[in-house]
Protein backbone atom coordinates (compact mmCIF):
# COMPACT_ATOMS: atom_id res chain seq x y z
CA UNK A 1 0.00 0.00 0.00
CA UNK A 2 1.17 3.59 -1.24
CA UNK A 3 2.65 5.70 1.41
CA UNK A 4 1.50 9.19 -0.79
CA UNK A 5 -0.24 11.32 1.84
CA UNK A 6 -1.39 13.55 -0.70
CA UNK A 7 -5.38 13.94 -0.38
CA UNK A 8 -5.59 16.17 -3.71
CA UNK A 9 -3.92 13.28 -5.73
CA UNK A 10 -5.82 11.26 -8.90
CA UNK A 11 -8.76 9.80 -7.16
CA UNK A 12 -7.70 5.58 -6.74
CA UNK A 13 -10.22 2.81 -5.91
CA UNK A 14 -8.14 0.99 -3.96
CA UNK A 15 -7.33 1.65 -0.32
CA UNK A 16 -3.96 2.75 0.30
CA UNK A 17 -1.94 2.83 3.32
CA UNK A 18 -0.39 6.04 4.51
CA UNK A 19 1.67 8.01 6.89
CA UNK A 20 -0.37 11.37 8.14
CA UNK A 21 0.34 13.34 11.53
CA UNK A 22 2.37 10.01 12.92
CA UNK A 23 -0.06 7.60 12.83
CA UNK A 24 -1.22 5.01 10.09
CA UNK A 25 -4.92 5.24 8.09
CA UNK A 26 -6.01 3.22 4.94
CA UNK A 27 -7.32 6.08 2.50
CA UNK A 28 -9.77 5.58 -0.44
CA UNK A 29 -10.24 8.60 -2.61
CA UNK A 30 -13.05 8.30 -5.31
CA UNK A 31 -14.73 11.14 -7.35
CA UNK A 32 -18.54 10.79 -8.10
CA UNK A 33 -20.16 12.73 -10.58
CA UNK A 34 -22.80 13.96 -8.26
CA UNK A 35 -22.74 17.68 -6.47
CA UNK A 36 -20.78 17.25 -3.03
CA UNK A 37 -24.71 17.69 -1.78
CA UNK A 38 -26.01 15.06 -3.00
CA UNK A 39 -22.79 12.85 -2.05
CA UNK A 40 -23.34 14.16 1.51
CA UNK A 41 -27.05 13.61 2.08
CA UNK A 42 -26.00 9.81 0.79
CA UNK A 43 -23.63 9.68 3.34
CA UNK A 44 -25.23 11.18 6.41
CA UNK A 45 -28.92 10.51 5.92
CA UNK A 46 -30.61 7.61 7.48
CA UNK A 47 -32.80 6.68 4.69
CA UNK A 48 -30.15 6.84 2.07
CA UNK A 49 -26.55 5.40 4.57
CA UNK A 50 -28.71 2.62 5.34
CA UNK A 51 -29.15 1.84 1.34
CA UNK A 52 -25.00 1.28 0.66
CA UNK A 53 -23.66 0.71 4.51
CA UNK A 54 -25.22 0.52 7.84
CA UNK A 55 -27.92 2.92 8.58
CA UNK A 56 -26.75 5.60 10.72
CA UNK A 57 -28.42 8.77 12.39
CA UNK A 58 -25.82 12.03 13.01
CA UNK A 59 -27.12 14.56 16.00
CA UNK A 60 -25.85 17.08 13.08
CA UNK A 61 -22.92 19.05 15.18
CA UNK A 62 -19.44 18.31 16.36
CA UNK A 63 -19.66 16.61 19.56
CA UNK A 64 -23.05 15.45 18.38
CA UNK A 65 -24.18 11.39 18.88
CA UNK A 66 -24.39 9.19 16.06
CA UNK A 67 -26.10 5.66 16.08
CA UNK A 68 -25.42 2.63 13.82
CA UNK A 69 -28.08 -0.16 13.47
CA UNK A 70 -25.89 -3.27 12.58
CA UNK A 71 -29.50 -5.48 12.20
CA UNK A 72 -28.76 -8.88 14.18
CA UNK A 73 -25.36 -7.73 15.70
CA UNK A 74 -27.48 -4.86 17.26
CA UNK A 75 -26.74 -0.97 16.99
CA UNK A 76 -23.76 0.63 18.35
CA UNK A 77 -23.47 4.51 18.95
CA UNK A 78 -21.08 6.89 19.03
CA UNK A 79 -19.51 10.44 19.01
CA UNK A 80 -19.15 13.06 15.98
CA UNK A 81 -15.60 14.63 16.29
CA UNK A 82 -16.30 16.99 13.17
CA UNK A 83 -19.48 17.86 11.21
CA UNK A 84 -18.69 20.29 8.68
CA UNK A 85 -21.58 20.67 5.75
CA UNK A 86 -21.00 19.34 3.05
CA UNK A 87 -17.60 18.64 3.29
CA UNK A 88 -16.26 16.62 6.74
CA UNK A 89 -17.89 13.90 8.71
CA UNK A 90 -15.40 12.42 11.21
CA UNK A 91 -16.91 10.29 13.92
CA UNK A 92 -16.10 7.01 16.14
CA UNK A 93 -17.84 4.29 17.60
CA UNK A 94 -16.70 1.32 19.84
CA UNK A 95 -18.20 -2.24 19.18
CA UNK A 96 -18.97 -4.71 21.25
CA UNK A 97 -16.86 -7.88 20.86
CA UNK A 98 -18.36 -10.72 18.15
CA UNK A 99 -18.03 -13.99 18.96
CA UNK A 100 -14.38 -15.36 18.44
CA UNK A 101 -13.25 -11.83 19.96
CA UNK A 102 -12.38 -10.82 23.07
CA UNK A 103 -11.87 -7.50 23.38
CA UNK A 104 -14.26 -4.17 21.85
CA UNK A 105 -12.90 -2.35 19.55
CA UNK A 106 -13.16 1.36 18.56
CA UNK A 107 -13.55 2.52 14.68
CA UNK A 108 -12.93 5.82 13.28
CA UNK A 109 -13.74 7.33 10.17
CA UNK A 110 -13.61 10.85 8.65
CA UNK A 111 -15.27 11.51 4.67
CA UNK A 112 -14.06 14.74 3.13
CA UNK A 113 -15.70 15.83 0.32
CA UNK A 114 -14.72 18.72 -2.19
CA UNK A 115 -15.69 19.75 -5.31
CA UNK A 116 -14.36 18.68 -8.18
CA UNK A 117 -14.98 19.54 -12.27
CA UNK A 118 -18.53 18.16 -12.60
CA UNK A 119 -18.84 16.37 -9.37
CA UNK A 120 -17.06 15.36 -6.39
CA UNK A 121 -14.19 13.82 -4.97
CA UNK A 122 -13.99 11.68 -1.94
CA UNK A 123 -11.23 11.04 0.70
CA UNK A 124 -12.53 8.56 3.11
CA UNK A 125 -9.78 7.56 5.72
CA UNK A 126 -10.26 5.11 8.42
CA UNK A 127 -8.32 5.17 11.42
CA UNK A 128 -9.63 2.77 13.77
CA UNK A 129 -8.82 -0.24 14.27
CA UNK A 130 -5.64 -1.13 12.89
CA UNK A 131 -5.72 0.24 9.93
CA UNK A 132 -3.34 -2.47 7.96
CA UNK A 133 -6.30 -5.70 8.16
CA UNK A 134 -7.30 -6.35 5.00
CA UNK A 135 -10.76 -7.39 5.99
CA UNK A 136 -11.04 -3.64 6.53
CA UNK A 137 -9.92 -2.18 2.87
CA UNK A 138 -11.70 -5.01 1.50
CA UNK A 139 -15.57 -4.17 3.36
CA UNK A 140 -14.78 -0.42 2.74
CA UNK A 141 -13.89 -0.52 -1.04
CA UNK A 142 -16.90 -2.52 -0.85
CA UNK A 143 -18.89 -0.19 0.70
CA UNK A 144 -18.03 2.64 -1.39
CA UNK A 145 -18.58 0.44 -5.05
CA UNK A 146 -22.27 0.39 -3.17
CA UNK A 147 -22.26 3.65 -2.62
CA UNK A 148 -21.10 4.63 -6.25
CA UNK A 149 -24.23 2.47 -7.62
CA UNK A 150 -27.04 3.93 -5.25
CA UNK A 151 -25.63 7.80 -6.40
CA UNK A 152 -25.45 6.64 -10.18
CA UNK A 153 -29.65 4.77 -9.83
CA UNK A 154 -28.47 1.69 -9.24
CA UNK A 155 -29.90 0.70 -5.42
CA UNK A 156 -27.48 -2.38 -4.23
CA UNK A 157 -29.32 -5.32 -2.46
CA UNK A 158 -29.58 -5.57 1.05
CA UNK A 159 -26.71 -8.08 1.77
CA UNK A 160 -23.98 -8.47 4.21
CA UNK A 161 -21.49 -9.93 1.99
CA UNK A 162 -21.55 -11.10 -1.60
CA UNK A 163 -19.21 -12.27 -4.41
CA UNK A 164 -18.03 -8.71 -5.12
CA UNK A 165 -16.69 -8.50 -1.42
CA UNK A 166 -15.07 -12.03 -1.53
CA UNK A 167 -13.28 -11.15 -4.38
CA UNK A 168 -11.68 -7.53 -2.64
CA UNK A 169 -11.01 -9.46 0.52
CA UNK A 170 -9.28 -12.13 -1.44
CA UNK A 171 -7.27 -9.42 -3.66
CA UNK A 172 -6.28 -7.20 -0.54
CA UNK A 173 -5.07 -10.36 1.00
CA UNK A 174 -2.72 -10.97 -1.31
CA UNK A 175 -1.39 -7.27 -1.25
CA UNK A 176 2.15 -7.29 0.66
CA UNK A 177 1.14 -5.01 3.28
CA UNK A 178 4.49 -2.68 2.56
CA UNK A 179 2.60 -1.53 -0.88
Known sequence: MSTSPDPDSEPDSDGQLI?????????????YRFTTEEVWDTITNPERNGRWMFSTEFEPRTGGASRTDLGELGTVEGSILRWEPPHCLEYRWTEAPYPGQEVAETWQVRYTLRPDAGGTVLVFDHFLPEPRRPEFAAGWHWYL???????????????????????????????????
Do not use: H, K, T
Open 19 to 31: REDGRSLLRFRRR
Open 145 to 179: DRLAALLGGNPPPAVMSDDDFDRLLDRYRRRDPAD
